[in-house]
């Protein structure tokens, strides 16, 4: 079953513009990673945050994480258009079980 | 430095058949989970191995198995191919012992069913 919910499901954007994505879960966590996917490839990893960090930085990248709401957000700034893709949060429950869990993910379009 | 790699990039089967997907892992990794997207989903965990061994399963029938190798490379087969089984699957590496399950994915094998 989907453990992580992304919100939206898709999101159009000019270049240049921020895009902030939303990603909910149920469990308690040991650690929440974002993924891209471009055009059904491989899935490359953007960024993980321990469940004990608040916020986390990459680049255009900042990555923020509430425990308590069982939520993080992924924000990407001076959107381009090779950002266009889909994202994913992807979550594993409890330390030493290693399976992630992802959501149906949010579906980026960057508009020139 | 050699990310994950898969082959084929792409296979035709027709139902009934049996299919041999490989993976290599990232340098330095030694755990292998596998993963089968579907068009339009995320992707849902199959099974994970280590020290040549199934570690977890997730909720997928006895006819997906795998295989590692002592070099951690692995192997994913379905016997008996179902159309449902057209998909993405998707094998991601990790190290163990860092704790982290930080896990980096290969290319993907689009498998079509017919």
């Known amino acids: 079953s989907q453990q992580g919910e992304e919100d939206p499901q898709a999101l159009s954007i000019q270049e240049g513009e921020n895009a902030t994505m939303n990603c909910s879960y149920k469990t308690s966590i040991n650690n929440l990673q974002w993924y891209r996917q471009n055009s059904g490839r491989g899935l490359v990893h953007l960024i993980l945050?321990?469940?004990?960090?608040r916020e986390k930085h990459s680049g255009r990248l900042r990555v923020t994480l509430d425990t308590s709401k069982k939520s993080s957000s992924l924000l990407i700034t001076a959107s381009r258009a090779a950002d266009t893709a889909s994202y994913f949060c992807a979550t594993d429950e409890t330390q030493g079980a290693q399976k992630l869990v992802f959501g149906q993910g949010t579906r980026l379009t960057i508009n020139p | 430095d050699a990310g994950v790699t898969q082959s084929p990039t792409h296979l035709i089967k027709t139902r009934g058949q049996q299919v041999t997907l490989r993976c290599s892992p990232k340098s330095g990794h030694d755990t292998v989970s596998w993963y089968q997207q579907a068009l339009g989903q995320g992707p849902q965990f199959i099974f994970q191995y280590y020290e040549e061994e199934e570690r977890q399963r997730g909720n997928f029938p006895d006819r997906f198995s795998g295989h590692q190798f002592p070099n951690y490379s692995s192997e994913l087969n379905v016997n008996a191919l179902l159309l449902g089984d057209s998909a993405l699957y998707l094998c991601a590496s990790s190290l163990l012992v860092t704790g982290k399950n930080e896990q980096f994915f290969g290319p993907g094998t689009r498998l079509t069913v017919l």
């Open positions: 945050i321990r469940s004990n960090e």
